[in-house]
């Protein structure tokens, strides 16, 4: 569980840098191209793939191509739905993939659920809706189609981005190779997108990127550790990723942007932690 702790921390702050930097008037774009080119470094040393004797047969570049894309394509669609739908909902639907997820281990991982493993991911989807819908505001306007379309977007895609990276998980020797080239994918996709755009390179975007890369790369990697380790339980590290990464938040909220606790908020903390302490002792 300290590996899905800590990867679920590095998610939050990753959230909160972006939401600092969009204040300050950076560059969404080009720091999350900064982010995979950190993030393939970090891979490489971290890993330490065979790069240099890969496979073309055994590689399976599909994946590689998927992730390259879905990666980057995730956080625009997410700059995207907090532009055109806001914070609250794109909260939302980013922790609701969770139920997304748990159906795919249910019906294709063939994961086997006992009573304690239901009950803390039961608690633990209830918590998350406690705490998400305590957040809403009858004041807010109605969501426009480009709101639903990227809302939708980021609720697939982040569910998807977990099943991709279970399935990475399953390969063995081949993940490190795998895993540096989903990154390298990513990056060169990005700047490539950024060049057709012909965006204007500054400094700051650039530093903020590399934070935001060594960040994303250990909540990615820590994720996918906790993966192997438990890869006969994914919905348990499905379930408690999404959990903490709600409950962080809310913390955060609680002491950094000093944000009212409400009753069903409360809520939604205790039957958060009791659904982590049984996916816990579920393991």
């Known amino acids: 569980m300290e590996l899905i702790f800590s990867a679920a921390l590095c998610s939050v702050l990753v959230s ?3 939401k600092w930097t969009k204040q300050k008037g950076f560059d969404a774009l080009q720091m999350i191209a900064w982010n995979y080119a950190i993030a393939s470094i970090l891979s490489y ?20 191509f998927g992730l ?6 995730i956080f625009l669609c997410l700059a995207k739905s907090l532009h055109s739908a806001g914070i609250l909902k794109t909260e939302i639907a980013q922790r609701l993939s ?8 249910y019906f294709l991982f063939q994961e086997q659920f006992n009573q ?38 980021v609720w697939v895609g982040y569910a998807l981005v977990d099943v991709l990276l279970k399935y990475t998980t399953s390969l063995g020797l081949q993940f490190p190779v795998t895993l540096t080239l989903m990154f390298i994918c990513s990056f060169l996709l990005s700047v490539a997108y950024l060049l ?43 379930a408690g990723m999404n959990i903490l990464v709600v409950l962080f938040g809310v913390i955060a909220g609680l002491l950094i942007f000093k944000e009212k606790l409400k ?14 302490v049984c996916l816990a002792l579920a393991i």
């Open 16 to 18: 909160m840098l972006l």
């Open 45 to 64: 040393i971290w890993f330490k793939p065979d790069l240099a004797h890969i496979s073309i047969s055994n590689t399976p570049w599909w994946l590689i």
């Open 68 to 73: 390259g894309v879905v990666l980057p394509s």
């Open 98 to 105: 969770v139920v997304l997820s748990l159906l795919v281990a």
């Open 116 to 153: 304690l493993k239901m009950l803390g991911i039961g608690l633990g989807i209830v918590a998350v809706l406690c705490i998400v819908l305590s957040q809403s505001s009858p004041s807010n306007s109605s969501l426009n189609q480009k709101g639903i379309l990227y809302l939708l977007s």
């Open 196 to 238: 057709i755009r012909k965006t204007q390179w500054k400094l700051q975007n650039s530093i903020a990127g590399l934070a935001l890369g060594i960040l994303n790369f250990a909540n990615i990697a820590l994720y996918v550790k906790a993966h192997i380790l438990l890869k006969d339980s994914p919905a348990i590290v499905f």
């Open 263 to 276: 009753v069903i908020t409360a809520l939604g903390l205790v039957l958060g932690l009791a659904g982590v």
